[in-house]
């Protein structure tokens, strides 16, 4: 009679040692939305402005929120119930010596049903991963009908 046996499955890290570890530096990049405002009605018959974000580099782009949108009228601002809303979230290994900065690409559409979406913001956030600790930013449309305040937060973490 033949007996199997199961043979243990690594799981360690593969071709790194404990000195080639501590070269590498591990970040936690965080965007949250802190709170939308806007000034003005973007819709034809003066009905709800519908809102979404999408953040991050081609190809991956993620949409906020993945399903439906915020809807705001003239002269309302949003702000989430708890904290903030994660626009944008990335762990980010680093060698020693590697550039400390990351770009972040934020885009705000306003939904239309009969026509295209219309950008109305399109931001660079600037993203330090050497602080430790939150920063608030605003960023606004040209025109300064809409604001967005952004919570920006970079870590550095074990994993």
Do not use: C
């Amino acid at each position: 009679m033949t007996r199997y046996r199961r043979l243990p499955k690594k799981i360690g890290a593969k071709d790194q040692d404990f000195k080639q570890a501590k070269l590498i530096d591990h970040y936690f990049i965080n965007i949250g939305l802190v709170s939308i405002r806007t000034i003005r009605d973007y819709d034809l018959a003066s009905w709800t402005a519908e809102f979404y974000f999408r953040t991050g580099k081609q190809p991956y782009v993620s949409r906020i929120p993945n399903k439906g949108v915020i809807q705001l009228e003239k002269n309302e601002s949003f702000e989430p119930r708890d904290n903030d809303i994660s626009l944008f979230t990335e762990f980010v290994k680093l060698r020693s010596g590697d550039d400390m900065k990351r770009t972040i690409k934020v885009k705000l559409f306003e939904r239309d049903l009969l026509k295209k979406d219309q950008k109305i913001i399109d931001a660079d956030v600037e993203v330090n991963l050497a602080s430790n600790k939150s920063e608030y930013m605003i960023i606004q449309d040209k025109n300064e009908y809409t604001k967005v305040k952004l919570r920006v937060f970079a870590g550095r973490t074990r994993y």
